[in-house]
C-alpha cells in the first residue's frame, strides 16, 4: 500500500491527515489510548474521498474521543488517578481516619484493576471486586461505592473519562438493623467496675452512659474545656487512629477536629460525675508525679504514661470486657441507649436528643432511633430552647428538672 505522509512530532490527540494513494481515500486518524495488555497505542480511523471531507472528519474524532486523548498525554492507570485523586482532591479535606478508610478502598481497587489504563475501566471491572471480595460486607461494600464514585466523578469533571464507572455499581442487599441491645442496670454497674489496662476506665464509663459520646469524643476530652464546679464541659476534639503503614507496631493516634461541626456542642454533667471526675483528677496529678515525664498533661484520659488512648485499642479493651461479662450490648450502642433513657423521661423532645449526640440533622436521629418508642411528650417542646439537669441515681437513670436558659447550673 502506498500512502502520502507528512510525518511531524503532534500532541497526543492532536490527529493526523494523510492519503492513501492505493484505495485512492483520505485517511483521518486520532490515537485516542494505550494497550496496558499489548503495549501498542489504540487508534481511531475515518476514510474520506477529499482532503476536506477527512478533516472535517478529524474534528469529529477529537471531540468524540477528546477524554481519551487527554488520558495519552500522562500515560494514566486507574492505580495512578486514584492516588492523584486522593492526594490532590481529598486527603486535604478528611480527617485521618477517613483518609485511611478512603486508602483502605483505594488499595482494594489497586489490587484489581490498578494496571487498567483508565481510559478502558468500565463498571463491569468495579462489579466484580464488590463480587468477588466484599459481596457479603454490605457496609464496606458502599463504603468502597462511595469512594469509587467520588474518584472517578471528579475524572469526569475533568474530561479524563467520558462516564463515571462506578456511579450504578450493585450492592449486596442491605442486613437488617441491629435491634438495640440496652444494657441493665446490673450490666452498666459491671462494665464500670470491671478490671481494665485503662487506670481511668471506671471515669471514661461513668462519663460515656451520661453522655452519650462517640468513642472519639470520649477520648478527647481536655481539662481545659470543662468546668466541674459548674458541670459542663465542651466537645471540642477527636482522637482517630491514622494508617498503620509498613514497619509501625500499632495504628497511630492522631487528634482531630470533630466528626462534624454540630458534633461542636457543650454538654452539661450530673454533680455526681462532677465529684467523680474532681476525685479522678487529683489521682492523675498523682500519677503525673511519680511518672515524672506525662505526655499529654492537657488530656482528661490517658494511658498509663500520659498519652492518647487509641480508639482501636480501646474497642478491643471494651469488647474483650464486655464478652467476659456476658454482655451483647457494643460500645456505639451506648449512644442509642443515652437516647432512649432522654426519651423515656418524656422530658426530651427530638431536638433535645440531637443536640445532646451531636448530629448533623435532626433526620439522623429520627433514623437511627426508629425503634425507641415514639410517645408524645406531656408539655409542648415550642418557645424558647431549655437546658436541664441531670443526677445519676443508684438505678442508672435520668432525673430532669427543667430551668429557664439564664439558671446557672449547680
Not at 102 to 111: F, G, R, S, T, W
Not at 199 to 221: D, H, K, P, S
Not at 263 to 287: D, F, H, T
Request: aromatic fraction near 10%; glycine fraction near 6%; hydrophobic fraction near 35%.
Amino acid at each position: 500500500m502506498t500512502t502520502t505522509k507528512k510525518k511531524a512530532h503532534r500532541c497526543a490527540g492532536e490527529g493526523s491527515i494523510y492519503k492513501d494513494n492505493t484505495r485512492d481515500r483520505w485517511i483521518a486518524q486520532i490515537t485516542v489510548g494505550f494497550d496496558g495488555r499489548t503495549g501498542r497505542l489504540i487508534k481511531r480511523t475515518k476514510y474520506t474521498r477529499t482532503r476536506k471531507d477527512a478533516q472535517a472528519a478529524l474534528e469529529e474524532l477529537k471531540e468524540k474521543y477528546a477524554s481519551q486523548t487527554a488520558l495519552l498525554a500522562c500515560s494514566m492507570t486507574v492505580g495512578q488517578w486514584l492516588d492523584r485523586w486522593f492526594d490532590t482532591y481529598s486527603r486535604p479535606h478528611i480527617r485521618q481516619n477517613t483518609a485511611a478508610g478512603y486508602m483502605l478502598m483505594i488499595d482494594l481497587a489497586k489490587e484489581y484493576v490498578g494496571n487498567i489504563d483508565l481510559g478502558f475501566l468500565c463498571s463491569f471491572d468495579l462489579q466484580n471486586i464488590i463480587n468477588k471480595r466484599i459481596y457479603a460486607h454490605y457496609r464496606q461494600a458502599q463504603y468502597f461505592r462511595t469512594v469509587m464514585r467520588m474518584a472517578f466523578r471528579r475524572a469526569v469533571k475533568l474530561k479524563l473519562i467520558p462516564e463515571n464507572p462506578a456511579e450504578d455499581l450493585e450492592l449486596p442487599k442491605k442486613p437488617p438493623k441491629r435491634p438495640l441491645v440496652a444494657p441493665t442496670k446490673e450490666q452498666r454497674e459491671a462494665l464500670i467496675e470491671a478490671p481494665s489496662i485503662y487506670y481511668c476506665w471506671r471515669q471514661m464509663m461513668l462519663t460515656e452512659f451520661m453522655t452519650g459520646l462517640r468513642r472519639g469524643e470520649l477520648l478527647a476530652i481536655h481539662w481545659e474545656d470543662s468546668n466541674l464546679d459548674e458541670g459542663w464541659f465542651k466537645v471540642r476534639h477527636a482522637l482517630v487512629n491514622g494508617r498503620k503503614e509498613e514497619g509501625m507496631e500499632a495504628y497511630p493516634v492522631y487528634l482531630s477536629e470533630p466528626k462534624m461541626e454540630k458534633s461542636r456542642r457543650q454538654l452539661y454533667l450530673p454533680p455526681a460525675l462532677c465529684k467523680e471526675l474532681a476525685a479522678y483528677k487529683v489521682r492523675q496529678m498523682k500519677l503525673r508525679l511519680q511518672n515524672g515525664h506525662w505526655e499529654h498533661p492537657e488530656m482528661v484520659f490517658t494511658d498509663k504514661d500520659g498519652a492518647y488512648i487509641s480508639p482501636c485499642v480501646f474497642s478491643s479493651q471494651y469488647v474483650k470486657i464486655r464478652k467476659k461479662l456476658g454482655i451483647k450490648t457494643i460500645f456505639h450502642m451506648l449512644r442509642h441507649d443515652m437516647a432512649s433513657r432522654m426519651k423515656a423521661s418524656h422530658q426530651f423532645d427530638i431536638k433535645d436528643i440531637q443536640e445532646q449526640l451531636g448530629h448533623s440533622t435532626i433526620q439522623i436521629t429520627m433514623d437511627i432511633y426508629t425503634n425507641i418508642n415514639e410517645e408524645k411528650r406531656p408539655q409542648s417542646a415550642a418557645g424558647s430552647r431549655t437546658t436541664w439537669k441531670m443526677s445519676w441515681t443508684s438505678e442508672n437513670v435520668i432525673k430532669v428538672n427543667h430551668t429557664n436558659g439564664n439558671e446557672k447550673r449547680g
